[in-house]
């Protein structure tokens, strides 16, 4: 019988929140169009046209060991990789679809390691990092949530469920399984980033069934950190404010996501914020009880561009001289005043003032 394992769990979240700064990563086919991870649903590309990315993805440059460093001289403490996203495409060697990166169709089946998220996760936690997978609860692919059966008029599942019942109980096992690959396959996961709130029983009845799919999770990897995002409930264990911060502190724990640049995903000439802008926003953001989850967005190569190199360099400097006002605080009033933030330690109650310069 499954039992919440509530003191894993408070281990686990304490840890998070002393980590603070975080990686996301953004990539997979749609970084080869280069025109946003909603790129087949914006553009209305048919099925058949966006398959022509899956027999081009071969990023023979992804080197997640020189990115798992590039993130520890940045300070950040925790990742993010989308495994899959809205799109269906699978980073994983997953045995549900063979929409995959280890796919014999995928050119990229041939490296010598073609399981991308295996890869990447191995060479964070080698470099102690806190792992997290995103994974989006709906998937344009599958034929169960966009059937081909009928044109698809909108982000949601493209049939009445209450109509075909029967297909949306395949697509939830098809979900449950592949969650389940996650948590079984690629050593101890700490966060389960779950995107595509649109997916929930209030909204056309799209139960995804989240009780069993947190249970299953749960039962392999104790205290796991569960982020259902834009639903709400038990299954949202921290908020995740969308490019942008908010002006008081909240009572529950969050993290703001946010660009490096303007889009998630690869854009060539995408504009890059600065380093001193996101160091900024980063102070904000912990002096408010925060984290910051910090996105770049990976070319179809499977490199990290230049700009986003460099500000992960730039912000390494920083935190390694003003890091101990940022790990393991926590907020203290007043929080901010003008271009002043405040941020105490949990441990030894030291109080440090940070100037916006």
Same mark, same amino acid.
């Given at each position: 019988?499954?039992?919440?394992?509530?003191? $894993?769990? @408070?281990?686990?979240?304490?840890?998070?929140?002393?980590?603070?700064?975080? %990686?996301?990563?953004?990539?997979?086919?749609?970084?080869? #169009?280069?025109?946003?991870?909603?790129?087949?649903?914006?553009?209305?590309?048919?099925?058949?046209?966006?398959? +022509?990315?899956?027999?081009?993805?071969? #990023?023979?440059?992804?080197?997640?060991?020189?990115?798992?460093?590039?993130?520890?001289?940045?300070?950040?403490?925790?990742?993010?990789?989308?495994?899959?996203?809205?799109?269906?495409?699978? %980073?994983?060697?997953?045995?549900?679809?063979?929409? +995959?990166?280890?796919?014999?169709?995928?050119?990229?089946?041939?490296?010598?390691?073609?399981?991308?998220?295996? *890869?990447?996760?191995?060479?964070?936690?080698?470099?102690?990092?806190?792992?997290?997978?995103?994974?989006?609860?709906?998937?344009? @692919?599958?034929?169960?949530?966009?059937?081909?059966?009928?044109?698809?008029?909108?982000?949601?599942? @493209?049939?009445? &469920?209450?109509?075909? #019942?029967?297909?949306?109980?395949?697509?939830?096992?098809?979900?449950?399984?592949?969650? +389940? $690959?996650?948590?079984?396959?690629?050593? +101890?996961?700490?966060?389960?980033?779950?995107?595509?709130?649109?997916?929930?029983?209030?909204?056309?009845?799209?139960? =995804?069934?989240?009780?069993?799919?947190?249970?299953?999770?749960?039962?392999?990897?104790?205290?796991? &950190?569960?982020?259902?995002?834009?639903?709400?409930?038990?299954? *949202?264990?921290?908020?995740?404010?969308?490019?942008?911060?908010?002006?008081?502190?909240?009572?529950? #724990?969050?993290?703001?996501? %946010?660009?490096?640049?303007?889009?998630?995903?690869?854009?060539?000439?995408?504009?890059?914020?600065?380093?001193?802008?996101?160091?900024?926003?980063?102070?904000?953001?912990?002096?408010?009880?925060?984290?910051?989850?910090?996105?770049?967005?990976?070319?179809?190569?499977?490199?990290?561009?230049?700009?986003?190199?460099?500000?992960?360099? $730039?912000?390494?400097?920083?935190?390694? &001289?003003?890091? *101990?006002?940022?790990?393991?605080?926590?907020? =203290?009033?007043?929080?901010?005043?003008?271009?002043?933030?405040?941020?105490?330690?949990? @441990?030894?109650?030291?109080?440090?003032?940070?100037?916006?310069?």
């Amino acid at each position: 019988m499954y039992q919440f394992n509530r003191e $894993e769990y @408070n281990k686990r979240m304490e840890w998070y929140v002393d980590a603070r700064f975080g %990686m996301f990563i953004h990539w997979g086919l749609y970084s080869i #169009p280069a025109r946003g991870e909603w790129v087949r649903s914006v553009e209305e590309i048919p099925k058949e046209d966006y398959m +022509k990315y899956f027999y081009e993805f071969d #990023p023979k440059d992804y080197d997640p060991k020189k990115w798992a460093r590039a993130a520890k001289e940045a300070g950040m403490k925790y990742v993010v990789l989308t495994a899959k996203h809205h799109d269906g495409f699978c %980073m994983w060697d997953t045995k549900e679809t063979d929409y +995959k990166i280890t796919s014999s169709e995928c050119p990229y089946h041939t490296a010598p390691h073609p399981d991308i998220l295996k *890869e990447l996760f191995g060479a964070f936690q080698k470099r102690d990092f806190m792992i997290g997978a995103y994974f989006s609860k709906p998937d344009w @692919n599958n034929p169960y949530y966009w059937s081909d059966r009928w044109q698809h008029g909108d982000r949601n599942v @493209n049939y009445k &469920i209450k109509n075909h #019942p029967w297909m949306w109980e395949k697509f939830c096992d098809f979900t449950y399984n592949q969650i +389940k $690959e996650l948590m079984t396959g690629y050593g +101890k996961v700490d966060i389960i980033w779950l995107d595509g709130g649109w997916v929930a029983p209030e909204n056309r009845n799209q139960d =995804i069934k989240m009780d069993r799919i947190v249970e299953m999770a749960r039962e392999h990897q104790p205290g796991l &950190i569960v982020v259902d995002r834009w639903v709400g409930g038990k299954y *949202e264990n921290y908020r995740t404010p969308e490019q942008k911060i908010p002006e008081k502190p909240w009572d529950y #724990p969050w993290e703001t996501c %946010m660009t490096m640049a303007n889009q998630w995903s690869y854009l060539p000439g995408d504009k890059y914020k600065s380093t001193r802008e996101l160091v900024h926003y980063l102070v904000d953001i912990v002096s408010k009880g925060g984290n910051f989850l910090l996105n770049v967005g990976v070319d179809g190569n499977g490199e990290i561009p230049p700009e986003g190199i460099k500000i992960m360099k $730039e912000m390494g400097a920083w935190m390694k &001289i003003n890091g *101990e006002a940022i790990y393991e605080t926590r907020p =203290i009033a007043p929080y901010k005043e003008a271009k002043i933030c405040y941020t105490k330690h949990k @441990n030894n109650g030291k109080v440090y003032a940070i100037y916006l310069n």
